[in-house]
C-alpha cells in the first residue's frame, strides 16, 4: 500500500513537471536491476506510467536499462506493448549484444530511435 501511494506521488510530480513548456522528452526511465534490492513489479509498473504520459504527449522516451538479458526482454516488451511504432526513443546507456540490438531495431523504426553505447 505504502508503494502504491508512493508510485503515484512520483507519477503525479511527473505529470506537474511536464506541464512546462520547455519539456523535450521523458526519462529517463526502464529498468534496473544491477546491484541495489530489484523489486520487478513496482519497476514495470511504474515504467508503464511513464511510458502512457509520454505517449499521451507525444514526448520521445529516454530509456535506461540495466541488468541481464531478462532485464533487456522485459524493458523491450513493456515498452513493444504500450509503444507505437514510430515513437521517439532515445536508448540511453546501451550495453546490450548485437542479438539485443537487433531486437530493439525491429521493434523500433530506425529513423526515431536513438543508441548511445556505453561501456
Ligand atoms: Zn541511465
Not at 31 to 58: C, P, T
Amino acid at each position: 500500500m505504502e508503494n502504491t501511494s508512493k508510485l503515484n506521488e512520483w507519477i503525479s510530480d511527473l505529470e506537474w513537471m511536464l506541464k512546462a513548456n520547455r519539456i523535450i522528452a521523458v526519462g529517463e526511465c526502464g529498468l534496473d536491476n544491477s546491484g541495489r534490492k530489484w523489486d520487478e513489479e513496482k519497476q514495470i509498473n511504474f515504467l508503464e506510467k511513464q511510458v502512457v504520459i509520454a505517449v499521451k504527449r507525444d514526448l520521445p522516451l529516454v530509456i535506461h536499462y540495466r541488468g541481464d538479458e531478462r532485464t533487456a526482454e522485459m524493458c523491450l516488451n513493456t515498452l513493444a506493448r504500450l509503444l507505437p511504432k514510430h515513437f521517439k526513443l532515445n536508448r540511453h546507456c546501451f550495453n546490450g549484444d548485437e542479438v539485443i540490438y537487433r531486437k530493439w531495431k525491429c521493434h523500433f523504426q530506425t529513423e526515431n530511435s536513438a543508441f548511445h553505447l556505453s561501456s
